[in-house]
């Protein structure tokens, strides 16, 4: 059972941006669960492992790789139990499957991901 969704992946030119969604199903967390949980998002690119993109804490505030800082933000609605991730300027580096999971992060919370491919 997929417990965490992502969408909004595609393919966009080098320069442009991208807003992904993670969707929690209630019946993992519950409202006030999601809310206290520290929540990533993570990418794997071709022959690469996993890594950690970014991170959003229960108050909102967030940190980010290196690579990304400044281009990426994330956010979080509880009401909603869904995380986004707003990527701007993205480069051909940042062409990955993009995922959301709890930090640190629980295996079976893994879903499908949501493919970002940045080519011209």
């Known amino acids: 059972q997929v417990q965490l969704v992502e969408s909004g992946g595609g393919l966009v030119h080098p320069g442009g941006a991208q807003r992904l969604s993670c969707a929690a199903t209630?019946?993992?967390?519950?409202?006030?669960?999601?809310?206290?949980?520290?929540l990533g998002w993570y990418r794997q690119a071709p022959g690469n492992q996993r890594e950690l993109v970014g991170a959003?804490?229960?108050?909102?505030?967030?940190n980010y790789t290196d690579s990304v800082k400044g281009r990426f933000t994330i956010s979080r609605d509880n009401a909603k139990t869904m995380v986004y991730l707003q990527m701007n300027n993205l480069n051909p580096e940042d062409t990955a499957v993009y995922y959301c999971?709890?930090?640190?992060?629980?295996?079976?919370?893994w879903g499908q991901g949501t493919q970002v491919t940045v080519s011209s």
């Open positions: 999971n709890t930090i640190p992060y629980t295996a079976r919370y």
């Open positions: 209630r019946n993992i967390f519950g409202i006030t669960g999601f809310s206290i949980k520290d």
């Open positions: 959003i804490s229960p108050d909102g505030s967030t």
